[in-house]
Structures are given as structure tokens and as C-alpha cells.
């Protein structure tokens, strides 16, 4: 075993030997912090997630998702020059919310709905804040003097770096031809989908939940009674690390509202190890997301700092 292995071992080991040592000697905020990441799985996520989980999951399955995205085809196949299966997740990827994107573009290339080059480019722009999330949530307990102008910076934006990406770096990626391979690719009848959309989907927001109780867990590191950080730095490293429990915190405070817009691209901590669970059989890399979503970060920083102070 290599030094690096060793060492990450180490650190991992006293990663979680002193979180044991924070919900033990304090577990009055253990339990106030997993409290919190629970109600909002339950209250938020189950409510607004995991019906479009089944939903999605049966379209796909039964191939109902390409006729749905003919609607939409003359727009968004054009622009981005894509195929209807991606027409289809870029509209419930921004719609239904994150994780769904990350979770649609594995289960499309798993029944070879899309390549792989698609799916790289797709999850660069795909995987976001939904909107009930975004406006229900974020804009009640971080409220701005011009919501629709958040609407959109965060939905325009990515959209736009999107197709930034397209007609850049992804400019040679070919199109999933559906006609050339439509007898190769077997639709499965209702109920067998219905069945797999439901186990699929019941696995898929019970992972969600759990990471979101261990990640509000974590913010034992910023607040116990050992040490305590500057105000400013618990709250943004908060939002790293769970951006729900950190925006119910920043709420307390308008001076820090912008924090809460600029990391929300990026999604904290809780967010990409989320995603990487999502698509850690797709083939894709969770690096090239995480990087896609530093630059959505920033972008978004300059506008919310330059047009919005």
C-alpha cells in the first residue's frame, strides 16, 4: 500500500473517529443537526423528488420519454443539436430538480437511450436547484428584492453554458440516431416498468436521505466545544456542506443572502456525493461535474456581486 492510500486511510479514520467523539460528548446538536437534515428529505425532497423518480423511470423504460421530447425537439434539438432522449432529460433535469438530472442520464445510458459523449455534456448543465425547491425553499428563507431576476440567473445561466459547451468543447459529439438502432433498443412493458421505477426510485431517495442526515451530521465540525470558527466561515462552510441546513442557518442574517446564490450551482459537499452515487455505474466522472459546477459558482458570483449587490 502506497503512501497516499495510507494517508487518505488515516484521514478518513480520524475524520469519523472524531465525528463519533462530537454526536457522543454532544449530542443534543447530533440530534438537532440529523433532525434537520430528515424533515427537509421528508417535507422537500420525497414530496418534489422521488413521484418524478417513478414517473421518469417508466417513460424511459417504455421509450414514452422520446415521443414526449418531440414536442419540445424543434426548439432544443435544434439548438443544442442533440437527440430527443436529451431534449427529454434537459427539460425534467431543470424541472423536476436536482438529483434527477444525474439520475435520468444514468438510466438513459444504461437502456442505451444516449451515448456516452451526450451524457458527459448533459451532466456539465443538467443536474440543478429545482424550481419548487428554488422558489419554496431558498427564496422563503433567503427572500431578494427581485425574485425573478434569481429565477433566472439560476436557470439562464446554466442553460447558456450549456450550450456554451455544445458548440465548443462537445461541438463533434454526434447525436444518439435512434432510427439506426431502434430495433436494437427493446421498450419493457408497463408493469415490469412500474415495478423497477418503484424499486429504483424507493432505493434512489432513501441513498439521498441518509447522505443528507450524515452530511448535517458533519456541521458538528463547525460548531462544538472544542473550537469554534468565525461566524462567516460556519456559515458558508455550512452551505458546503449541506446547502439546505446551510441556507436554514444563513437565514438568520440578510447580510449573507448572496452566499446562499452563489454556492447554490454548486450544491455543497452533500450535493456531488449525491450525484456520484447517481451515476457511479454510468461510466461518467464525478471530477469533470464538480468542475462544470466551480465554473457555473463563479459565473454566478460575478453576477450576483456585480449586478445584484
Given at each position: 500500500m502506497g503512501f497516499h492510500k495510507k494517508l487518505?486511510?488515516?484521514?478518513?479514520?480520524?475524520?469519523f473517529v472524531c465525528l463519533l467523539l462530537f454526536m457522543l460528548t454532544d449530542s443534543k446538536?447530533?440530534?438537532?443537526?440529523?433532525?434537520?437534515?430528515?424533515?427537509?428529505?421528508?417535507?422537500?425532497?420525497?414530496?418534489?423528488?422521488?413521484?418524478?423518480?417513478?414517473?421518469?423511470?417508466?417513460?424511459?423504460?417504455?421509450?414514452?420519454?422520446?415521443?414526449?421530447?418531440?414536442?419540445?425537439?424543434?426548439?432544443?434539438?435544434?439548438?443544442?443539436?442533440?437527440?430527443?432522449?436529451?431534449?427529454?432529460?434537459?427539460?425534467?433535469?431543470?424541472?423536476?430538480?436536482?438529483?434527477?438530472?444525474a439520475a435520468l442520464i444514468t438510466e438513459s445510458l444504461s437502456f442505451q437511450r444516449i451515448t456516452k459523449e451526450e451524457g458527459k455534456l448533459l451532466l456539465a448543465f443538467c443536474n440543478n436547484i429545482g424550481p419548487v425547491y428554488f422558489i419554496g425553499y431558498v427564496l422563503k428563507n433567503c427572500p431578494t428584492k427581485?425574485?425573478?431576476?434569481?429565477?433566472?440567473?439560476?436557470?439562464?445561466l446554466p442553460l447558456f453554458y450549456g450550450l456554451f459547451l455544445r458548440h465548443t468543447i462537445f461541438r463533434n459529439t454526434i447525436p444518439y440516431c435512434d432510427k439506426k438502432r431502434s430495433k436494437q433498443v427493446l421498450s419493457i412493458p408497463f408493469l415490469e416498468s412500474l415495478e423497477q421505477s418503484l424499486n429504483k426510485g424507493i432505493e434512489s431517495i432513501t441513498k439521498l436521505g441518509g447522505y443528507m442526515i450524515l452530511f448535517n451530521v458533519m456541521n458538528l465540525f463547525l460548531r462544538n466545544r472544542y473550537f469554534c470558527l468565525p461566524y462567516a466561515f460556519q456559515l458558508i462552510l455550512g452551505c458546503l456542506l449541506e446547502i439546505s441546513g446551510g441556507i436554514?442557518?444563513?437565514?438568520?442574517d440578510s447580510m449573507?443572502?448572496?452566499?446562499?446564490?452563489?454556492?447554490?450551482?454548486?450544491?455543497?459537499?452533500?450535493?456531488?456525493?449525491?450525484t456520484f452515487s447517481m451515476i457511479r455505474e454510468s461510466g461518467l466522472h464525478i471530477q469533470n461535474y464538480v468542475y462544470h459546477k466551480v465554473i457555473q459558482s463563479v459565473?454566478?458570483?460575478?453576477f450576483v456581486f456585480v449586478f445584484f449587490s
Open positions: 487518505q486511510n488515516f484521514i478518513g479514520v480520524l475524520f446538536h447530533a440530534l438537532e443537526f440529523a433532525s434537520q437534515g430528515l424533515l427537509v428529505w421528508f417535507h422537500t425532497m420525497i414530496p418534489t423528488l422521488f413521484p418524478f423518480m417513478i414517473l421518469s423511470g417508466i417513460l424511459i423504460r417504455t421509450g414514452l420519454s422520446e415521443k414526449i421530447a418531440t414536442l419540445f425537439e424543434p426548439i432544443l434539438g435544434k439548438v443544442y443539436r442533440l437527440s430527443p432522449n436529451c431534449v427529454y432529460i434537459i427539460l425534467m433535469g431543470f424541472l423536476c430538480g436536482f438529483p434527477m438530472g427581485n425574485p425573478i431576476a434569481s429565477i433566472c440567473l439560476m436557470y439562464f436554514h442557518v444563513l437565514s438568520n449573507f443572502y448572496p452566499i446562499a446564490y452563489v454556492l447554490l450551482p454548486f450544491g455543497g459537499l452533500c450535493c456531488i456525493a449525491q459565473l454566478t458570483a460575478i
